[in-house]
């Protein structure tokens, strides 16, 4: 005669076997992301908008081999907000909306593209980035999704930090800025972005979210007037792919700022290189 087994007994039986099984093992991702620095280093020769009043100072405090025998350095530091790879905050040109240390970090971070506009840019000094543009990026992409952040790859970062090329002048001062000569995006790519597509944050590789010959800012006052941040001078964007990167974009946590020196990072999956 057979032993007599209940449903119950047995069912918790298979209950502990299935808790004592090991958990499956994810193998490590054989291409592992690499990380793009977007971010020109700050010194003597960074870019500043020609009529700033003083650009990047790093002075020596203290370095040397001290009387207890150890080096010690330090140093003090003095810039404008604006210059180099920088943020704008939308407070820059909106009353009332985020300054630096406002943005949420989940505004500085995550998802991003990168739009090339580069052929187009670099044959006219005052090209305008286009709804056009974009359109083109989606026929090639998919439609972009909301909360992207979108930067722009002019060509133009190849020039920096060589004033004439970059600013399309060497000039300084207020005489400088009728002879600004450099892309930037329309007000109406403007608009479309914060619109239609919600991005987070709107970055690219020139002086300016406006193009050099604008005299109303009528791009960073769509952009600001939507508490979108503008990231500007940022660098290498030609060693990203159009899509499948995400970004890290941390400016100094300036109380009260319109905009500061960025670090800005792109993690990019080496399937997407």
Known sequence: MKPHRSPILVSFLLLILASCAKPEVKAPSLNPPIWVDLTYAFDSTTLYWPNSPSGFHHQTDAEGITPGGFYYSSYSIEAPEHGGTHLDAPVHFAEGKWSVDEIPLSRLTGEAICVDVHEKALHNRDYLISIEDMEAWEKLNGKLADSTIVLFMTGYGKFYPDRKS?????????????????????????????????????????????????????????LMGNNCPGFENVANLDRLPAKGFSVVALPMKIAKGSGGPLRIIASVSLSEK
């Not at 619109?195 to 109303?216: E, I, N, W, Y």
């Not at 800012?217 to 769509?222: D, G, L, N, P």
């Open 166 to 222: 970059y600013f399309g002048t060497d000039l300084k001062g207020v005489e400088a800025i009728p002879h600004l000569h450099f892309p930037g995006i329309s007000p109406e790519c403007a608009e479309w972005l914060v619109m239609q597509r919600k991005v987070k944050a709107v970055g690219l590789d020139t002086p300016s979210l406006d193009f050099g010959q604008s005299t109303d800012f009528k791009t960073h006052q769509i």
